[in-house]
């Protein structure tokens, strides 16, 4: 199995980013919708759609699909444990501003991951070019280290936290590594 060049792990690593990026990116711009729309139905006027729902006042589908599926309020309740009950209503009890101070908290996570894994897929690229003791590479690796102290920091995260003083030491390993090479390459 080859790990650096074409047709390796490198390779495989840069493109599997390269989707993650995108993927994470469009998160990015549903997740303020998607939020917004869930502080909305934790508000009384919120409230009062979901019961008009459940009653059948408002109809989401054609009567037929309704039939068909049953009571709504069972349909919708069915994947949830008790656990996620309560964190729900825990949450519905929030108050409004600390609702709505979830949305950039959420933004900021998601944008220090798109940051670190753009960081990512640009080392892979150059593994994948057969670059690897150089200092663009050495920089990328101290980027990637902090962007992720700060990501472990936002998401109270030891594994993170962990991953990214494991990654900081490597950083120092191949910063020596570059000095060994650049000196081999003057000397020869």
Known sequence: MKYFGNRSVSSFMAGLLRV???LVFITALIAPFAMGGIIFFTTPAGE????????????????????????????????????????????????????????????????????????????FLNFRDNIMFNAGNVRLISVIGKL?????????????????????????????GTLLQEEHDLTV
Do not use: Q
């Not at 009062?48 to 309740?77: M, P």
């Not at 992720?148 to 109270?156: K, R």
């Not at 936290?161 to 120092?172: A, G, K, P, Q, Y």
């Open 148 to 176: 992720l102290v700060a990501f472990s920091i936002l998401t109270f995260s030891l594994s993170s936290l962990v991953l990214s003083v494991v990654l900081l030491m490597m950083c120092e390993i191949i910063r020596s």
């Open 20 to 22: 993650s990026w995108h």
């Open 48 to 123: 009062k759609v979901v019961s008009a729902i459940e009653k059948g006042e408002i109809n989401l589908c054609d009567r037929d699909h309704a039939r068909a599926t049953g009571d709504l309020k069972k349909e919708f309740g069915k994947d949830f444990t008790d656990k996620d009950k309560r964190d729900w209503e825990e949450f519905k009890h929030l108050p409004l501003a600390v609702k709505f101070v979830m949305i950039p908290y959420a933004e900021a996570v998601i944008v220090l991951l798109l940051l670190i894994i753009g960081k990512s897929r640009r080392l």
